[in-house]
């Protein structure tokens, strides 16, 4: 079966040879560190141990995944709370506006209106999607709106 042709890294200026197209793993490292500066770590963005509290509340009343139940299947554990309405709390904090800020938490508390319980599965592509993972660019959500 025939090889695929090298690719060149997309930073600008490298021009390292690499198998796949993307970054060579120097620029990968480096890419992917600013992604997660940006993002900031779990508590920054709201994932205190009241979250794990709470979530681990809500799964318990809420076992199980909305979205497969949707689509007919029955009985598939829910993995993670998902917020339906991204809320974006990190960005609200980092700006500074208390009105943002305090509509932000609003959001991520919002259990009876902006929680959802939704397996690894799902979870994974509506974060992807919103987020621009796989390749995919952000979609602007309804909260930065």
């Known amino acids: 079966m025939p090889k695929r042709a ?3 890294c997309r930073q600008a200026g490298c021009g390292a ?3 796949k197209p993307g970054h060579c793993a120097k620029h990968e490292k480096a890419k992917q560190v600013a992604v997660d500066e940006q993002r900031g ?7 205190t141990s009241a979250w794990t509290k709470a979530r681990a509340a809500y799964l318990r009343v809420h076992p199980l995944c909305v979205h ?17 309405i991204p809320h974006k709390l990190k960005q609200a904090i980092d700006s500074g506006d208390a009105a943002l800020i305090a509509r ?4 991520f508390w919002d259990s009876a209106n902006n929680w959802q319980p939704l397996c690894k599965t799902h979870h994974d592509r509506k974060t992807a999607t ?15 709106l």
């Not at 932000?104 to 959001?107: I, S, V």
């Open 6 to 8: 090298k690719s060149i």
């Open 41 to 47: 770590t779990a508590h920054e963005r709201g994932y």
């Open 104 to 107: 932000a938490r609003a959001l």
């Open 130 to 144: 919103e987020d621009g993972g796989w390749g995919r660019s952000a979609k602007a959500s309804p909260a930065s």
């Open 68 to 84: 497969c139940a949707k689509e007919g299947r029955r009985a598939v554990p829910a993995h993670a709370v998902d917020h339906i």
């Open 17 to 19: 040879s690499i198998e």
